[in-house]
């Protein structure tokens, strides 16, 4: 088969398949690699965010993308007294404003640095991937809001939008 040919398949398959073409041969794994396509890469992004404990949901307000390239915080967070994750510190946020990671039972988190506050929006319960929450300060009145992201009402609520706009811009 010319290679042209299973190049130009690949701008049409899913990420599976992708790999699978570019096991056919040296020149092909070359050209593939350097030439992925935005909808393989997102569809990595996605699987390695699920992966992580991500709802599929949170990637209709972040860029999976992005969200994905977010640097991890290397270490679990520990949770307060509260269950709350609202004691990230700005040592936590080493040449970036957006971390990402999960606390001390497994729950993932994102975390934003913005007008000298921090905002960490986080899974409330282990057992509830739909259920997050902000913790710290924001622009609100340092309240925490409640998102159930199975609901899509809550995407156009400000202060998901604001987190938005952070991450996607």
């Known amino acids: 088969?010319?290679?042209?040919?299973i190049l130009y398949i690949s701008k049409f398959v899913h990420l599976q398949e992708y790999n699978n073409l570019s096991l056919i041969n040296k020149n092909i794994l070359k050209n593939l690699k350097s030439n992925i396509p935005m909808h393989i890469k997102t569809e990595f992004a996605i699987n390695?965010?699920?992966k992580g404990g991500?709802?599929?949901?949170l990637m209709y307000v972040f860029d999976p993308i992005k969200?994905?390239?977010?640097p991890i915080y290397p270490k679990k967070i520990y949770k307060g007294f509260?269950?709350?994750i609202d004691y990230i510190n700005p040592t936590y946020f080493i040449n970036t404003f957006i971390i990402r990671g999960k606390d001390e039972v497994n729950r993932p988190f994102i975390s934003f640095y913005y007008n000298n506050k921090i905002t960490t929006l986080?899974?409330?319960?282990?057992?509830?991937?739909?259920r997050w929450v902000t913790g710290g300060e924001n622009d609100f009145g340092n309240r925490v809001f409640v998102f159930d992201l199975s609901n899509i009402y809550y995407f156009n609520d400000p202060i998901i939008k604001i987190l938005s706009e952070l991450l996607n811009n």
């Open 1 to 5: 088969m010319n290679n042209d040919i």
């Open 48 to 50: 390695e965010l699920l």
């Open 54 to 57: 991500y709802p599929i949901t």
């Open 67 to 70: 969200l994905y390239k977010i």
């Open 82 to 84: 509260t269950d709350y």
């Open 122 to 130: 986080f899974q409330r319960y282990t057992d509830n991937s739909t």
